[in-house]
């Protein structure tokens, strides 16, 4: 058996990003939010994420801007860690070890250099107890410095961040926990305490939930399980507090915030409706409805220009001060519990579960961006607690991604069980599912599951459910529609057992359903019972036949804790292994076949052949929960591994879902350096034509200065900037953050100018040297003319001529004559 070597268990995405309230950056164009143990950076103009702050060993529980910095962020973790980032260019400035479990970070203007935080802190009595501390930090050229310097604040405090607020910019903090309002004044140094009764005259419950503070007034918000909203005044004099109240929604208000100004105050609850009051006259208000689900947090920017809202559903909403919605930040949904399988979309590759309430989503690992949902129930979704409402239970893609099988469920809780089987077919023209064919009454009782047939050439539905039955689909052509639709061709039952699982073999000629305890084989050509294998003591909880050449074995695990491999050829068991399978997924790309165990409150993994009982890879503590939803999911392009261990990821990654909804999967050192180093790196082909970006990058140095050594070119022929840091860094940054296309577009062009100026200086002092000589050439022309007339005058003429004088013996000549003797004068009048 082989363990684990530079195999990790990472985080590959699904994680809440409404944990937290999120945060805007104050020029309005990014928004951070608390993702498991990273915070995500967005663009708030194309809603694109654009990279994770990443550095913390467990979750994130705050965020906030740097008071005196606006491009930095502070970020707090359970791991006891205070980071400072640069949320730009997500770079780590510096950590802070506290030394406790943090679960929320709070900043002021007013208090340079200090940060608050909620911490965990044991009693006596073992009961846990939060307080707000304040954390001096030190100043230190070290990345990573502890911070000692810690002073209590306040005690006794609720964990819920959105019960804390400062209010006057730091002058005082208002925090409350179930019946008691609380405001500690820094200056005073004094606390002012003020209560409500349980319930109120009209039976409303007065337990607080939220608070906010007025920026610039004395006046505190509170926002109540009732649904009322109580503003606070006076509360600087402890008997003479007043408040008003006012009530619109209908059950608790989950947060409340004011703007930057304080002319609104925003409140968003279970009602999914975000309400805007009006902060001199509370009677006036806008409400924008229909954001989909419970609003859980509220904020706006600090120039009030963009709002932002959390919700239930793993959703942040994007809104202008125009109470318009501008955009949406999808996560993964993450409902109480996935009720559906993990699925491969054989089409578009995405991840398929379910989504918001009667919806299945279809999600994007390689993006980790929410792609879109499929309305399957399409009856609008009503967010009030107790309603028994449909919800998709099952689904299951075809073999070619053509067709799609779902069952939702009413009344699972109740005795009173409705559901429906629907199925739908992949339009070309849409790109989308378009429902086909709805059966009202599938079964007498609760289908337990369902699958299609792994041939093909045949499209065929099995479907098992409570009643003892066992139903084959099939498509049948309807003559007056002109299109087929799905009716039942064969039920199937073996001695009034009830069926639990269906599984067909890799070449779709075998089906097996489980009955109990009881493993039975059925030709789907014939329907004919092949035969039945008795299973060791347990009910069988999950089936799975092997691949490629391990296709002759079927695997099943038992409620005994029991994991049975079977040959089809002898119809004998070939092994079986005492362990608590919660997961059986097989490789659809290989013979690797992964069992996830739970025992002793962790999940292990191990990953094997049917053909040989030896895993061929194992990885305890995977986690520390349940799992119990898993697949494989097929690589675009095969890791080439060398490493045994890491084999069994070559053609397909496998990814599990926790109990807690956390998306996680499994991955090599090897890979993750490998997708790292080209994330950073730009990598261009030799093949590619050389053009300016091409030299910028520095590519073609060498065989340019190959090539200018071999040609002596010029001195003077303007060189390309060669491989410059500058343009490498601008090719990397991504493009929310730098400056207008024209701006680059004007400054590129410019730098591929050639500058002229000296060029044009040269040419002007030579075209001055060139006239002033053709003027003297000329002059010296008329006085030679003079001085040969004069000579043939005296000497009449000469039949003589004199001999030629080169080119280099004129200019010296002529240099000569430009020189200037008169010093030469003054010289020999100077003598006696």
Request: net charge negative.
């Amino acid at each position: 058996m082989v363990e684990k070597t530079d195999i990790r268990v990472v985080r590959c995405g699904g994680s809440k990003i409404n944990f937290r309230p999120p945060i805007i950056s104050h020029d309005s164009r990014f928004v951070l939010c608390v993702s498991g143990d990273s915070v995500k950076v967005y663009s708030t103009r194309t809603e694109e994420w654009l990279h994770n702050l990443q550095g913390h060993n467990n979750q994130v529980t705050g965020i906030a801007f740097n008071p005196a910095n606006q491009l930095q962020v502070y970020s707090c973790s359970a791991d006891g860690t205070v980071k400072l980032w640069d949320f730009i260019d997500g770079i780590l400035i510096k950590t802070f070890v506290i030394g406790y479990p943090l679960y929320s970070l709070y900043v002021s203007e007013k208090h340079e250099g200090v940060i608050f935080l909620i911490v965990s802190m044991v009693t006596d009595s073992n009961n846990e107890s939060f307080q707000l501390v304040a954390v001096h930090l030190p100043k230190s050229a070290e990345q990573e410095v502890e911070a000692k310097e810690l002073s209590t604040v306040a005690s006794k405090i609720s964990p819920n961040p959105s019960c804390t607020a400062f209010g006057r910019g730091g002058e005082f903090i208002a925090f409350s926990r179930h019946l008691q309002l609380n405001v500690y004044f820094f200056r005073k140094q004094k606390t002012y305490s003020f209560s409500l009764k349980a319930t109120d005259k009209k039976a409303g419950k007065n337990a607080f939930t939220c608070v906010a503070c007025h920026p610039t007034d004395d006046c505190i918000a509170s926002g109540h399980e009732d649904g009322k909203i109580r503003l606070w005044r006076n509360f600087n004099h402890k008997k003479e507090y007043t408040y008003s109240t006012k009530h619109w929604h209908h059950d608790a208000v989950n947060h409340l915030c004011f703007t930057p100004e304080g002319s609104n105050l925003l409140s968003g609850g279970i009602e999914s409706v975000l309400v805007q009051w009006q902060y001199g006259d509370m009677s006036k208000k806008e409400f924008l409805p229909r954001l989909g689900g419970s609003i859980s947090h509220v904020s706006a920017s600090a120039d009030g220009q963009l709002f932002c809202t959390a919700h239930s559903d793993n959703k942040i909403s994007i809104i202008e001060s125009s109470f318009k919605v501008s955009g949406l930040i999808q996560g993964l949904v993450r409902g109480d519990a996935v009720s559906t399988d993990l699925m491969i979309d054989p089409r578009s590759k995405a991840l398929v579960l379910n989504g918001k309430p009667g919806h299945l989503q279809f999600y994007s690992l390689l993006r980790d961006k929410h792609l879109y949902n499929l309305d399957i129930v399409q009856q609008e979704y009503i967010y009030e607690a107790g309603l028994d409402q449909f919800e998709v239970v099952k689904a299951v893609f075809d073999v070619k991604g053509s067709w799609l099988a779902t069952v939702e469920e009413r009344g699972h809780k109740t005795s009173d069980l409705e559901f429906f089987l629907k199925l739908w077919a992949f339009d070309e023209t849409t790109q989308s599912f378009v429902l086909n064919t709805t059966v009202t009454e599938a079964h007498s009782e609760r289908i337990t599951s369902m699958c299609f047939s792994s041939s093909e050439e045949t499209t065929m539905l099995v479907t098992t459910a409570l009643d003892g039955q066992f139903k084959a689909w099939c498509q049948t052509a309807d003559a007056q529609q002109a299109q087929n639709y799905w009716s039942c061709d064969f039920v199937g039952s073996y001695h009034n057992l009830k069926p639990k699982n269906c599984c067909f073999s890799a070449d779709g000629s075998i089906l097996a359903v489980s009955f109990q305890e009881v493993l039975t084989l059925w030709s789907p050509e014939t329907w004919e019972l092949l035969t039945t294998l008795c299973q060791p003591p347990g009910e069988i909880r999950d089936l799975c036949f092997g691949r490629l050449s391990c296709s002759k074995y079927l695997l099943s695990t038992t409620t005994k804790n029991l994991l049975c491999c079977w040959n089809l050829l002898t119809c004998a068991l070939e092994w079986s292994t005492s362990v608590d399978v919660s997961r059986l997924q097989s490789d659809p790309l290989s013979e690797n076949v992964a069992a996830f165990s739970f025992e002793s409150k962790h999940t292990h993994l191990f990953v094997f052949k049917p053909s040989e009982p030896r895993p061929l890879f194992s990885q305890r503590y995977v986690c520390l929960e349940r799992v119990d939803r898993a697949v494989f999911v097929p690589r675009e392009e095969p890791f080439n591994s060398c490493d045994e261990s890491c084999q069994w990821l070559n053609r397909s990654q496998l990814y599990f879902l926790t109990h807690n909804m956390d998306l996680l999967t499994f991955s090599s050192a090897t890979e993750e350096d490998r997708m790292l180093s080209s994330s950073k790196r730009l990598v261009i082909d030799e093949s590619v034509a050389v053009t300016p970006f091409y030299l910028l990058l520095g590519r073609h140095r060498k065989q340019q200065h190959k090539l200018n050594t071999e040609t002596q070119e010029p001195a003077d022929k303007p060189q390309h900037t060669q491989g410059s840091v500058t343009i490498k860094q601008l090719l990397h940054t991504p493009a929310h953050v730098l400056p207008a296309a024209s701006v680059l577009c004007s400054m590129f062009v410019r730098s591929l100018l050639i500058s002229n100026t000296g060029v044009r200086e040269e040419m002007d002092s030579s075209e001055q040297e060139m006239d002033s000589e053709k003027e003297e050439e000329e002059s010296e022309e008329e006085m030679e003319a003079c001085d040969g007339q004069q000579e043939l005058r005296a000497q009449g003429s000469v039949d003589e001529q004199k001999p030629k004088l080169s080119k280099a013996q004129e200019r010296e000549l002529k240099s000569l004559r430009k020189t200037d003797f008169s010093w030469m004068t003054s010289l020999i009048d100077s003598k006696p």
